[in-house]
């Protein structure tokens, strides 16, 4: 693709062109400019060059105009705000690198610019031939394209059926037979509500109204949600900040909350997006909408924020996290690159980074106190919701915060708010709407020239620039949502068929940029992403359609099919792996989870003791703190909360096996398992079947139930040898052990 | 380890992996830990790998640039001398590590592909920077097995990505097991749930076996499943950790000067200098070194000091040095030095400063920098390859990371040629497509 940069400051300033030059100015270039950029210039700036430098060309004025990877070059009339002016003065940029020019030159220089850079070498460059690049793939519109022809014309049941077989068809294989019904259940329920079925439930998983249940259920925001939150990297505390400072952040749960009411009401994620980005600036018709679109906005605040504590960067690193998040979660692009060079694969100039930090530089990130502690982020205010109920401190975390007071007192709250006052992390428009200046190389104190506000042109219809009174976050939002981007729709229905196929059509969900994996289904891909868009970005109608398709429904084999031709074994997520123990020991609490643990504390959680506490809440209401996640949930490969995380790493680890085997939460519940078995049925084999349908939803086979009578009896007597005084207190019982192993045993944590 | 186990063990490792192909080795296609002897000479027996994640800057520490001409150009700030009978020129930075020059083997000409921390770093660990493969210490495991059947066979202390430390596609029990995730309190890293007493041991044992019977009968009912052979191994590998892991984990017998030695708890964290906690980190390498781990990381960063570059080096220079020595020190007294193989580097190097300008700042720089390796059969007292004189290029010697990968592998008895999986039709090597050169020079 031909990318060239366009020249944002033509209309505010222009070069004199040839026409309008006067014999003196033009006298002027030729003795003193064009030798001078000639000699000293030309080896490193210029179409002859072997490698130019910062990508910037000096030999053509609209290339000064267009410039390099730090910005134009000059700002006709301008010295002071001159690159090129700056670079041969030695003030901040070093031009030439090897030796300073005689000032005489220099001057010369600083008097061709004031007088407006008249140059007559007006023909543009054709950059195209110094950098061909194949068409990105992913920046071409999204098609529509027919689902193709297959041969075995019975077997689709849904157009994305199409796609999948032809595929298969044409590669001569086949797909696998269909799942059975119990397979089926269990598949679709960990898939949309991440609970395991009711055991002694029966309704026919194929049909429609079935699905349609399920996607009733409050659950199934929960589940969803949970795959939102890890692409807004969301936690409960800023993380290590580098100096070792992890501030709380009380308020972040209304945002969980938020993002689960939003799926489970089915917000069309055009809609969803709006108000994530934007939702202050959206006009609302009920004071409860107005609350509800400023808690979307907490999407911008939670990200991991370095210490302010001698860190001239600090703001554009909140920055940084923003346009990261944009870029990679819903654009599945790496913007982030672009701060500090053009991006070296992807068509992202530096110059547009700055358009977008220029957004959120007028606007004001609202994260809260930071635990009111110095070094770390400033205190800010959060936005006051008008109908939310307020959330006082708990009581549970009172006497370890008693017992460990901050070892710095925290400073006096910046902004006071009554208790009463119920609060939430976002932001909102800054005092001063104002572009961001180019910063060379990312660093904070060497800047180009200012860069108005905008997007990236490689995605089209950037053209609407923000007004001077808008930071630009509104008119962001609708550019990111439009029919004609061609990334956010895409990057979005592939996150979702990830979720339900095991890997994705793009298996680099968050990056869909020349460095990442091409689609193993172009069109599938597209097909999805149109009519996405065409059923009004509803996502409960996209997972309808996914898990109603023939492709979906297939068996499970072990491995991944390139091709989509089986289901894979999929190892369930951290949280459906508790949120499945607890069900089966017949603990699991199905009730939202209110507020968090944290809240009303403004707190260091690196000065305190581990603060999570034993719940049988759903585990996506645990305490969710950077760097102190849950140990409940860290052996199966939590995300750190610090990136955008599309894709979870499933790996499996000797660490696993030892929680399993000693995590006091296991354990615990293996020992209230193990009572309740022992309650509900008289005599050894009911209680193994309960225990067994209890986790597996499935009657233990007779080798099974003669192994388990096997276990029990030797376990008595292992247990029975060792005497009572001589084990610590807690210790379990054989069927205790018993429950343990089934809760430990990997049909439990895998779903075919 | 109870023979039950063991036959336990092999019956897995029969019933699943049938799709690796395997040469280079003596024997089937592995999939356990059990000791394999190398197929040729091995002059090291295990790694140690000091991850110096972000950048360190070599131009400061061992590859001497001195002002040369009369025009200022790029070189070095710290000062430096010549140290111990070979002449190695060494920082003033580096005091204690300076003691055993005539141990070092120092490479100033490796180069790398990239200079985007990411995707070199997993580019150091993998051979890939982009798509996932086994990690290094994997491949090490998975060609010699491990001494101590009780431990994993590669240990990851204060990792940062779990990509870095992957079997991927090996068999998941060659994976590292991490102990310690960046940002953490390293003072207090552990391996988690280690012990447990609410069972007898007896009972423990027999209740290992129920759980894995039933993660057979779970994966016999669809036949050979890899994922679930790693879920068997690792469960079994788990249980076993436990009767060692403990004890080598608890500093708390080690003799107060011991720890003075190491610097273990002195946490000084600068600039881009994290508390690694890096003298722990030092002594619990040499302690499960000598308790027969094959390969042991460990991590110190970020070395990535773009802004006050004096202050945050000095920083990350002081925190590492005498723990490094103190390894030396005891590796050598332990006469482990001779076949255990020392790695010190990251994943790329940084461009020097220039005298009399005012700038404090450094970048990225893939195309020269240093690493150094000491015991494990390298030549000791030498450095090999030559940089340009502002340190900008390798002049003499180039060593890619293909090459270090495969020197590495050469010294443990491994030929990279060889060392390979085929996975999903495609063979997979530590050296990938180009394959690497052993680098002969530095073979002692």
């Avoid at chain 1, 979906?552 to 089986?566: C, S, T, V, W």
């Avoid at chain 2, 759980?211 to 590998?237: F, P």
Wanted: with cysteine; hydrophobic share 40%.
């Amino acid at each position: 693709m031909r990318f060239v940069p366009v020249p944002l400051l033509l209309a505010a300033a222009l070069p004199l062109a040839a026409a309008d030059m006067t014999p003196v100015q033009r006298a002027f270039f030729e003795a003193k400019i064009r030798p001078a950029l000639v000699k000293y210039c030309y080896e490193c700036h210029s179409q002859t060059a072997d490698k130019v430098g910062g990508n910037l060309l000096l030999d053509a004025a609209p290339e000064m105009l267009a410039g390099g990877d730090s910005g134009p070059a000059l700002v006709p009339g301008e010295p002071d705000a001159s690159l090129i002016v700056q670079a041969v003065r030695y003030d901040g940029l070093e031009m030439p690198p090897k030796k300073r020019l005689p000032p005489t030159v220099v001057n010369d220089f600083i008097e061709w610019v004031k007088m407006g850079a008249p140059d007559p070498r007006s023909e543009p460059v054709n950059r195209a031939e110094r950098a061909p690049q194949e068409p990105l793939w992913s920046l071409q519109p999204v098609a529509d394209p027919p689902p193709p022809a297959v041969r075995a014309a019975a077997w689709p049941r849904d157009p994305l059926d199409h796609f999948l077989l032809a595929a298969l068809e044409q590669a001569g294989q086949a797909p696998v037979e269909d799942a059975d019904p119990a397979a089926l259940r269990r598949r679709l329920n960990f898939d949309l509500l991440g609970l395991p079925p009711p055991p002694d439930e029966e309704g026919d998983p194929r049909d429609p109204a079935y699905i349609d249940r399920l996607l009733a259920s409050p659950h199934f925001g929960e589940k969803w949600g949970r795959h939102w939150l890890d692409v807004a990297r969301y936690a409960e505390s800023n993380g290590n900040d580098g100096l070792s400072r992890n501030a709380s952040f009380p308020h972040a749960w209304r945002y969980r909350d938020y993002v689960i009411a939003a799926f489970n009401d089915d917000l069309p994620y055009d809609r969803f997006l709006l108000e994530q980005l934007a939702g202050d600036l959206l006009p609302a018709e009920t004071p409860a909408q107005r609350d509800r679109q400023l808690v979307a906005t907490g999407l911008l605040a939670l990200g991991a924020k370095p210490a302010k504590a001698m860190n001239d960067n600090f703001e554009m690193d909140v920055i940084a996290d923003q346009i990261g998040l944009v870029g990679s979660g819903l654009l599945g692009l790496s913007v982030g690159c672009a701060r500090c060079h053009d991006h070296k694969t992807d068509p992202i100039p530096t110059r547009e980074y700055y358009a977008l930090a220029g957004i959120f530089r007028s606007t004001e990130t609202l994260w809260g106190a930071a635990a009111r502690q110095a070094l770390t982020a400033p205190q800010t205010a959060l936005h006051r919701l008008q109908t939310a109920a307020p959330a006082p401190p708990r009581l549970e975390l009172e006497p370890v915060l008693l017992a460990n007071p901050p070892r710095r007192p925290p400073a006096a709250p910046a902004f006071p708010q009554p208790p009463e006052a119920a609060l939430a992390m976002g932001v909102r428009e800054a005092k001063k709407i104002e572009d961001c200046k180019l910063h060379i190389g990312g660093e904070a104190k060497r800047f180009g020239a200012s860069v108005p506000r905008g997007f990236l042109s490689a995605l089209g219809g950037h053209e609407a620039a923000p007004g001077p009174t808008q930071s630009g976050r509104l008119e962001l939002a609708r550019w990111l949502t439009r029919p004609e981007n061609p990334l956010t729709a895409r990057v979005f229905v592939n996150r979702v068929w990830l979720h339900l196929f095991g890997q994705g059509l793009v298996a680099t969900p968050d990056d869909f940029g020349v460095a990442g994996a091409r689609p193993s289904h172009p069109e599938l891909l597209d097909h999805l992403a149109t009519r996405f868009m065409r059923e009004g970005w509803s996502v409960k109608r996209l997972i309808r359609a996914l898990v109603l398709s023939r492709g979906y429904q297939l068996a499970a084999r072990p491995g991944e099919h390139p091709l989509f031709g089986h289901q894979p074994r999929r190892r369930l997520e951290a949280e459906a792996i508790r949120d499945a123990m607890l069900a089966a020991a017949g603990e699991l609490d199905r009730q939202p989870g209110v507020g968090s643990l944290i809240q009303g504390r403004d707190v260091l959680i690196n000065e305190l003791p581990p603060l999570h506490r034993p719940s049988r809440q759903r585990s996506l209401y645990l305490l969710l703190l950077r760097n102190a996640m849950p140990p409940e949930l860290t052996p199966f490969n939590l995300p750190d909360a610090t990136a955008v995380t599309g894709s979870r790493d499933r790996a499996t680890l000797a660490t696993q096996a030892l929680y399993l085997l000693n995590n006091p939460f296991v354990v615990g519940l293996s020992q209230r398992f193990g009572a309740r078995v022992q309650a509900a049925a008289p005599g050894t084999d009911a209680r193994v079947r309960f225990a067994y349908r209890s986790t597996f939803g499935r009657t233990p086979t007779d080798g099974e139930m003669q192994q388990a009578r096997d276990f029990l009896r030797e376990a008595d007597l292992m247990l029975a040898s060792t005497a009572q005084d001589e084990g610590p207190a807690g210790r379990s019982d054989a069927w205790a052990a018993f429950c343990q192993a089934l809760l430990s045993a990997s049909e439990l944590r895998y779903v075919d | 380890m109870t023979p039950l186990s063991r036959r336990q063990m092999l019956r897995t490792a029969s019933c699943g992996f049938g799709y690796l192909a395997l040469s280079g080795l003596a024997g089937a296609a592995p999939a356990d830990l059990a000791l394999r002897p190398p197929l040729q000479r091995a002059r090291a027996r295990r790694v140690i790998f000091l991850n110096m994640s972000g950048g360190p800057a070599q131009l400061d520490t061992f590859d001497y640039k001195p002002q040369a001409g009369k025009t200022p150009h790029a070189g070095s700030i710290a000062e430096f001398r010549r140290r111990g009978a070979s002449g190695l020129w060494i920082s003033d930075l580096l005091p204690n590590l300076a003691r055993h020059a005539d141990k070092l083997c120092v490479v100033r000409s490796m180069t790398a592909d990239t200079s985007i921390h990411a995707q070199s770093m997993l580019q150091l660990h993998t051979g890939d920077r982009l798509r996932p493969c086994p990690s290094l210490g994997a491949w090490v495991a998975y060609g010699l097995g491990t001494d101590n059947q009780n431990l994993p066979g590669f240990i990851s202390f204060n990792t940062a990505k779990p990509a870095e430390y992957a079997a991927a596609q090996l068999p998941a029990i060659y994976g590292g097991t991490p102990i310690g995730i960046n940002g953490e309190d390293m003072s207090l890293a552990t391996l988690a749930d280690i012990r447990g007493d609410h069972l007898p041991p007896s009972l423990k044992r027999r209740q290992l076996d129920l759980i894995q019977s039933l993660n057979r009968g779970h994966q016999n009912a669809r036949g050979e499943d890899a994922q679930l052979d790693g879920v068997i191994q690792a469960l079994e590998l788990g249980f076993r950790m436990q009767t060692e892991a403990p004890d080598l984990l608890d500093l708390s017998r080690e003799p107060r000067v011991v720890l003075e030695r190491y610097r273990v708890g002195k946490n000084h964290a600068v600039g881009t200098c994290k508390a690694s906690d890096f003298g722990r980190q030092c002594l619990l390498a040499r302690r499960f070194c000598e308790a027969g781990v094959r390969f042991i990381e460990i991590t110190h960063g970020s070395w990535d000091q773009h802004t006050d570059h004096r202050r945050d080096l000095t920083a990350n220079c002081a925190t590492t040095d005498a723990p490094i020595a103190a390894l030396l020190d005891d590796l050598d007294a332990r006469g482990l030095l001779e076949d255990t193989l020392v790695v010190w580097g990251g994943e790329f190097g940084r461009p020097g400063l220039t005298p009399g300008k005012d700038k404090d700042q450094t970048g990225h720089q893939h195309r020269a920098f240093t690493f150094w390796l000491a015991g494990g059969g390298v030549k000791a007292g030498h450095a090999h390859g030559e940089t340009s004189h502002d340190g900008s290029s390798v002049v003499d010697g180039a060593v890619h990371f293909r090459d270090l990968h495969a020197t590495i592998l050469h010294l443990l008895g491994l030929d990279h040629d060889n060392l390979a999986v085929v996975s999903g039709g495609r063979r997979i090597r530590l050296t990938g497509l180009q394959g690497g050169r052993v680098v002969n020079e530095i073979l002692g």
